[in-house]
């Protein structure tokens, strides 16, 4: 985030309120533990850590009450999804391709037009990394979707008043190569400081 031109504040597990920050990114991580949407635990899920769960969902909630940007990657999305309501598939096989480097681009995903993904892109085909095994699988209310793998997995999506930004890839991982990657956290550190 420093390199697009944001202060990072890091806000721990715990951590109870937003304080004064311009914008809120949820990034990737641990697994989302199926009891935050009413399933029980499948085998196949990894490790959880429910006191973050609980922390950025709390804090998602708040950045939403109060109209502040919000940038979701991966773990993040599916964070997004959960605390408004929707729910994920525990397990899916062949998405997570780490073991073949972090950069390294898995599979295309198309991209509606109309969002800021594409606005991002300036294109609505995107090669994409995938480091997961998680996905939304009921979009929940306010949302849309906004980019999906030839597989159909939900690959993006957006809250319908356009402050909440998520994919399911790691830009992050792609931003020093891939002009597009760069653009998605420049333009939403805009929008934070527009705030």
Not at 34 to 41: M, S
Not at 81 to 98: E, K, M, P, T, Y
């Amino acid at each position: 985030m420093e390199a697009a031109g944001a202060e990072a504040v890091v806000l721990a597990a715990g951590t109870a309120k937003l304080g004064s920050v311009d914008g809120l990114l949820l990034p990737g991580g641990w697994d989302v533990d199926p009891a935050l949407y009413g399933e029980e635990q499948d085998t196949a899920v990894g490790p959880i850590d429910p006191e973050l769960d609980r922390t950025e969902v709390e804090l998602f909630r708040q950045a939403r009450a109060t109209g502040l940007p919000v940038l979701g990657i991966c773990r993040g999305q599916q964070v997004i999804n959960v605390a408004l309501g929707g729910s994920l598939f525990q397990h899916i096989d062949d998405h997570d391709q780490r073991a073949r480097g972090r950069a390294h681009l898995a599979h295309r995903v198309a991209v509606d037009p109309a969002s800021e993904l594409a606005r991002a892109a300036g294109e609505t085909t995107l090669e994409v990394n995938s480091l997961h095994h998680q996905a939304v699988r009921s979009l929940a209310p306010g949302l849309r979707t906004t980019a999906r793998g030839d597989d159909g997995t939900v690959e993006g999506i957006e809250s319908e008043d356009g402050l909440v930004v998520a994919v399911q890839c790691h830009p992050e991982e792609l931003a020093g190569d891939l002009p597009w990657a760069r653009s998605l956290f420049e333009r939403f550190v805009s929008r934070a400081r527009r705030r």
